[in-house]
């Protein structure tokens, strides 16, 4: 692999990804400065997306914005110079052997998913983020790589405890490294974590069909690029592969299946322009008609009415096909904090798994099913495994969009995310006549949203005993889960956190 | 140990087994030593200076765990966490005793990484040498036998168990379950798993840990005090500065003073009480030899 600028380009912007991914953590400073929204933040299709969805713009979304611009200046330069994932995928592909392209994949399937994708934003589910490849990639990494990876440090640490003994000593500023700065502080598990790999991994069985099979077939942000790069002032001289050579054909890496170029496809990787043996290649500024979609050329699949109006059809039914939650699933709905709205979320989340990997408590987890399969990926608490740290505005601070919206931490801590409720037929004073009160003292609202009562009464033995009976404050919760979290009995917890419909 | 010495050592021992257990120190009564100041660091010395100095405590070469309350993550001001000042002494002074190593942890009940930095300890403590300030790694805990009243078995932190002195600096809190949080009550911070369970039987449970694990000094740190809505706190309102360190051999003795700072009696705390009648310690501020010291 010859080392031009595209390829430089592309590993310091991998090594960049990688870096800010591992950053996105509490490091014992309240304010995030940058963190990997910032790829999500420079994103295209999360933009237009957003806009489809929620009808309106967000200023955090600006960095998207000149995105859009830089590629109708120079076509779809993101995928060959900048797209961890893209750069993933150039790493191995060459190790996987080929077959003959998808022929399902060459027609227009990428343009029916991109558009019924906005057509369903349009509708208000925006499902985008299931597709995009950034969101693909840290879903990946979040829920199943990076535990991995705290896993094989830790246990392999301990292993080496067992074979070594003290002498692991000698590697220990090694380890103390890597435990402070690049592995997870806590060990979690996530759901979907066996799902979320999958679709990772199936990117790179496509890999078995052609080169860059996802990014020039499937990818919905590759397609809105392209699309956007056909009014590019620049473009790929000679637009066709030469009678006398065809190398191009094995050099490039997504745009000739054809012998016409596939202008869509063109990432502007420039390895035909380093590789070509008579050095025919250039990208010259087009000044004749600048702008000008370049879409007459035959073969090249067109936007035409009858995609555009399928698209939008397909759009409205899914967005409605999905429509069905179970009202008790709802109950245990937990949002992150400040988010009032489920349909405002719905509309914003991206799914990124952003908030997910930043939360200090490990308290988010990816949904399943609790908000159908619409809310697939999106964000919930759950409790049992992690509570919201009530002096921690970390989520709000990581997501890209405002979904999560970033807030001062006096308004976080009053967002309300749902109530306890004391189930008094397990909570031990009520049931067995046991102090405990363990909910109390975790509760972190300063005047206390669990109270108790002190009641005289007699135990199950006969004894005299004063109880402390504890009682929720529901103007005062806030819904963060400790006491649901820290609940001494052992499986189900006597309070538990319920969403509240905000009025 | 030169031999001479070993014999020496061998014969009083023997010797002084003979003689009632009174005669020696059980019924001497506790030293409690109380200073008050601005300076925490001066009154922390001179409260420890009290009792002896830390070399009373502290042999060189010795392994010290200094285990603060670092359970909240609030900031000093909130009494929620001992004073990092307090705590920063206490390790000084054990270094300067000739301590190998001291370890300063604690299980925290937030983050543990915000307790850490919020609490101002990880802060204070940052750069000495021979400290370690490290968050409690689960797979450090040791499955415990206690054959308590209540507590069989339970896991306990390894560092705890394997301290030459342990040093329990808890600081004088409200709680809703057992009145005030002091010295008996911060071991919970050696505890793991689910130790909320010992909330139903707390008197018991916390004379059964401290049993096995005892402290052979406490200082209780009472700079300021929370004395409603605790141990959490939150509010500065329910904070009282009362500029004390408080410093005993005897956990029962130090902790039934500390509560009189409170306004309270040492038998309105069950678990004060509970460990009185255990045989923990001295729980009769009477019968204490109260050393004061003010500046």
Sequence with gaps: MKLTLPRISQFLFLALFLFLFIITDYRGKDEITVAVNSFFRANPLVLVSYVFAVKGFTLLLLPALLMTIFTVVLGRFFCGWICPLGTLIDLVTRRIPKSAPIRFLKGSFKYYLLFTLLAMGLFSVNLSGIFDPIAILIRALTFFFYPLLGYVGRAGWSGLYQIAGEGRDHVGFLYYFLRDYVLPFRETFYPLAFFSLAVFLFIFILERFERRNWCRNVCPLGTLLGLLGRFSLFRRVPGRICKDCGDCRSHCPTAFDEEILQADNCIRCMQCRTRCRFNRVTFPLRWKKPFLPVTKEPRQPVMSKRMFLGSVVSGFFLSRAFSFRHPEKDNRLLRPPGVKNETDFLKKCVRCGECMKVCLRSALYPDLARAGVTGMFMPVIIPRLGYCEYNCTLCGQVCPTGAIPRLPLEEKQKSIIGTAVIDKNICLPYAKKLNCIVCEEHCPISSKAIRFETVEDIDHQGRKVSLKQPYIVDDLCNGCGICENKCPLEGRSAVEVFARKKG | ?295
């Design chain 2, 1 to 295: 140990m030169k031999r001479r010495d070993f014999l020496k050592l061998g014969l009083t021992s023997l010797v002084a087994s003979q003689f009632p257990r009174t005669l020696f120190g059980q019924t001497a009564p506790p030293a409690v030593a109380v200073s008050e100041g601005t300076d925490y660091a001066a009154v922390t010395r001179k409260t420890i200076g009290a009792l002896g100095g830390m070399k009373a405590f502290v042999k060189p070469g010795s392994t010290v765990v200094v285990k603060p309350n670092i359970g909240w993550d609030r900031k000093p001001e909130y009494a929620a966490n001992t004073h990092p000042l307090v705590v920063k002494t206490i390790v000084e002074e054990c270094l300067a005793s000739g301590a190998k190593k001291v370890k300063v942890f604690d299980n925290t009940c937030n983050d543990a990484r915000r307790c850490y930095e919020n609490s101002g300890i990880q802060g204070a403590l940052r750069g000495m040498k021979n400290v370690d300030v490290r968050f409690v790694e689960n797979d450090r805990f040791r499955k415990t036998a206690l054959n308590g009243r209540f507590l069989k078995e339970w896991p306990l932190y390894d560092d705890a168990l394997n301290a030459d002195v342990f040093i329990n600096v808890p600081i004088a809190k409200h709680h809703g379950l057992t009145g005030l949080t002091l010295g008996l009550k911060n071991m919970m911070g050696i505890m793991g798993d689910n130790r909320g369970y010992i909330h139903r039987s707390i008197e018991d449970a916390l004379c059964d840990i401290n049993s096995l694990v005892r402290s052979h000094l406490v200082i209780i740190d009472a700079t300021r005090i929370l004395t409603d809505h605790g141990p959490q706190g939150g509010n500065l309102k329910d904070v009282k500065v009362l500029n004390k360190v408080i410093a005993s051999r005897d956990i029962v003795a130090a902790d039934a003073y500390a509560t009189t700072l409170f306004g309270m009696k040492p038998q309105d705390i069950s678990t004060t009480v509970a460990a009185y009648k255990r045989g923990l310690g001295e729980m009769d501020v009477k019968k204490m030899k109260v050393l004061s010291f003010r500046f």
